[in-house]
């Protein structure tokens, strides 16, 4: 069996979630209830997070090396046609599986790669920050988000509204971005690298960028002309980089939308008002 770790819940269309770097499956936690009323969720632990095991040491932790892992999982469960949503790393993830496999539709919530040449310096910057102060800081961190404006300053920059995560899964996502040990070769795979729109995916694609997302800056990190042609852009008011804990409801109406959304055959990016469910 592949080392991925994963959960599943639900009856219905296989739809499978990908996180972002540093994070693990249970960032998906908030949303997976109301999309297992819809769908069989897959949630994914990518190598070297969470549960799952690190590639070989001599693997490029590439996005395209990422999604054959992935590629793989999908084979042993024998899903042959799922949904996939990716969050950052994610959602550049789903796009490589995309191009490697068919997809019912494709999901990106704040996704990584959208800039024109390697990753901005911003982005290194407070990637390897963020990930110093969870791994060598840990306990004055977990203090800190006991208390609301504690998590303000933790989390204020990759979620939208920080104190609507409880302490404790704050707690959680210290420690799976301190912990994970594939945070750096995953890293370092995408520093000269960008996302590259192949031949037409022939899958509908949907992108949502939070209006509170401070970790893709606009001028550099949210390039949407570089996506398959037709992609739907859908707005996610109040929300951060990783939406799903600042307003389920909102990530659920999209993703469901997008899961019955049709091919597109316009080109360009077309943008329309989120759904909410």
Request: hydrophobic letters at 40%; proline letters at 10%; a positive charge.
């Amino acid at each position: 069996m592949s080392p991925l770790a994963f959960s599943r819940r639900g009856a219905g269309p296989p739809l499978v979630l990908l996180h972002a770097l540093g994070s693990s499956r249970a960032c998906w936690d908030p949303v997976v209830p109301g999309l297992a009323e819809r769908f069989s969720v897959v949630a994914v632990d990518l190598p070297g997070f969470g549960d799952s095991a690190p590639l070989p040491a001599d693997a490029e932790a590439s996005p395209a090396r990422l999604a054959e892992s992935v590629a793989g999982l999908l084979d042993e469960l024998g899903i042959e046609k799922p949904h996939v949503v990716g969050n950052s790393l994610g959602g550049w993830i789903a796009l490589e599986l995309a191009a490697m496999r068919p997809t019912a539709s494709v999901t990106l919530l704040a996704p990584a790669g959208l800039w024109r040449r390697g990753t901005p310096l911003y982005c290194l910057v407070s990637l390897r920050l963020t990930r110093w102060a969870c791994r060598h800081a840990p306990r004055v961190l977990s203090r800190l988000v006991a208390r609301p404006l504690g998590r303000i300053l933790v989390l204020g920059q990759t979620h939208g509204r920080p104190t609507r995560v409880t302490p404790e899964r704050a707690r959680r996502e210290i420690a799976a971005l301190g912990t994970a040990p594939g945070f750096e070769v995953a890293l370092a795979a995408t520093v000269h690298r960008h996302y590259r729109a192949g031949p037409d995916l022939r899958t509908p694609v949907t992108v949502a960028i939070g209006s509170r997302d401070l970790v893709l800056l606009p001028s550099r990190s949210r390039h949407l002309d570089q996506l398959p042609p037709g992609t739907r852009s859908v707005p996610l008011p109040g929300c951060g980089h990783l939406p799903m804990s600042d307003d389920p409801e909102a990530v659920i109406g999209v993703i469901t939308t997008s899961a019955g959304t049709r091919i597109e055959t316009s080109p360009g990016v077309r943008h329309e008002q989120a759904a909410r469910q």
